[in-house]
């Protein structure tokens, strides 16, 4: 019997290791709160961390940058006052600032197989300096490679044995495109439902994609 | 004769005037979000954002807040009957792939080549504000900017020959709203589509660093 779900947060997030790329989901909701506490208490360090958004001076996204984990912050937006504008002016954090629909392209590749594609994006701005541009049917583009995670921590509202899962509303944003792009994709749900009571074709992210499970409730 | 310049509401309700129904737009952060408040809602306009929402709608009654529904500025908002979800990479392939009608963005400088600076004031600026800015505006049909048009403090314009700030894109901007006038951007420059009353032409040139046309 395939059962994904494990009993606790730190069962959850067991054997992630140093130097690890953490792949996080989140956009005003769908953040996996708990197991990003999580991850303070379990110790990792010199992480690599994916997110759209450096967060601002406190919430979980800041909490987690000043326990001095991170060592890279990977996203496509940072505020001068969060804590991550703060560690970078301070040369404490590596920054690499993507663009929106990039980051989130490069994310998508790294789950697809998708070993580099060409984009318009970025191709006429200062991001583009020292790296390949191409002019292809006419554009100039920019050469981008996939973010391949070690680990996703990703935020579902249903899951059940298999790992299928379904997001709420606009929480769902970076979670299934994370969740297929991770060696380890862990996720924590709001509610727990059986096998078979998620209409297959309302399952938002389908379980193959999934490794772990942890019920957090409300 | 004296002119009154719009403020921020104002610029927001001229812009969606302009927007016919049946659009598929995109709003940007600041000036733009307001643009929906001022379509009328038997004038069917499906608004994009870009965390994945696609027919956003207008912000909840303080008691039926959904905690799990936002748009690009992470406000609560509601969701129009016929609207839908996306995730984050589907939700950029609409902005990337030439899906919207239209993206009206804020802006630091516009200029006259249609070029776009929104994101940072210099190369080595703490603020980053990239966010989707460069997807849209090279994904778009259309890509209008919504903005002051000169700076509040020492009143230099933003409608330049050249943009002084790191680029979101080149080339891409179609018409300037302003608080004082609508400009097309035109292969001989900027082109003078509307003024606020009162406003004479060399005045607006005076407020202007690029040449300006007259339509």
């Known amino acids: 019997m395939i059962d994904k779900f494990v009993p606790d947060v730190a069962a959850a997030l067991a054997g992630i290791e140093d130097g ?3 792949l996080m989901p989140g956009f005003g909701n769908g953040m996996p709160e708990t197991l990003l506490e999580g991850l303070i208490a379990q110790g990792a360090k010199d992480l690599t961390l994916v997110v759209n958004s450096g967060g601002r001076d406190t919430g979980p996204t800041a909490d987690l940058l000043a326990s001095g984990r991170v060592r890279k912050l990977v996203c496509s937006f940072v505020r001068a006052d969060s804590v991550a504008g703060q560690q970078f002016a301070a040369g404490k954090l590596e920054l690499e600032i993507v663009p929106q629909g ?7 590749a790294a789950g697809a197989g998708v070993q580099a594609f060409y984009t318009p994006t970025g191709a006429d701005t200062i991001l583009a ?17 996939p973010i391949f995670g070690d680990v996703a921590l990703v935020d579902a509202w249903e899951a059940d044995r ?32 059986a ?20 019920h957090i409730p409300a | 004769m004296t002119f009154k310049p719009l403020d921020r509401v104002g610029i927001a309700a001229r812009i969606a005037r302009d927007i016919p129904e049946g659009w598929f737009v995109n709003l940007g952060i600041g000036i733009p979000t307001g643009v929906s408040d001022h379509v009328p809602v038997d004038r069917e306009v499906i608004f994009h954002s870009e965390n994945g929402v696609i027919g956003a709608g207008p912000a909840p009654e303080p008691d039926k807040i959904n905690p799990y529904l936002v748009n690009a500025g992470t406000q609560h908002i509601t ?20 899906h919207l009608d239209l993206c009206v963005l804020g ?22 504000q990239v966010g989707g800015a460069m997807d849209l505006a090279i994904g778009a049909k259309r890509l209008w900017v919504a903005m002051e048009h000169n700076t509040k403090g020492s009143g230099e314009s933003r409608i330049r020959r050249a943009c002084s700030y790191p680029l979101t894109a080149k080339g891409v901007v179609k ?4 608080d004082i006038a609508v400009l097309e951007v035109a292969d001989r420059g900027f082109v003078v589509l509307d003024m606020v009353e009162g406003l004479t032409r060399r005045e607006l040139q005076e407020r202007s660093e690029a040449e300006l046309y007259w339509a």
């Open chain 1, 20 to 22: 690890s790329v953490v």
């Open chain 2, 107 to 128: 802006a630091f400088e516009v200029a006259e080549n249609g070029d776009i600076a929104n994101w940072a004031r210099k190369a080595d600026d703490p603020t980053k």
């Open chain 2, 79 to 98: 969701l129009r009957t016929g609207g839908s979800f996306v995730h984050h990479a589907d939700s950029f392939a609409i902005a990337r792939g030439g």
């Open chain 1, 195 to 214: 096998l078979g009571d998620i209409p297959p074709a309302n399952v938002h992210t389908p379980g193959v994609f999934v490794h772990r499970v942890v």
């Open chain 1, 102 to 108: 990039t980051l989130a392209e490069r994310i998508r």
């Open chain 1, 162 to 193: 298999w790992g299928n899962l379904t997001h709420r509303e606009s929480a769902r944003n970076y979670n299934p495109i994370m969740a297929m792009a991770a060696k380890l994709t862990v996720v924590q749900t709001r509610h727990v439902v």
């Open chain 1, 129 to 145: 300096e020292g790296r390949e541009t191409r002019v292809i049917n006419g554009r100039n583009c920019l050469l981008e490679y």
């Open chain 2, 175 to 178: 018409r300037v709203y302003t």
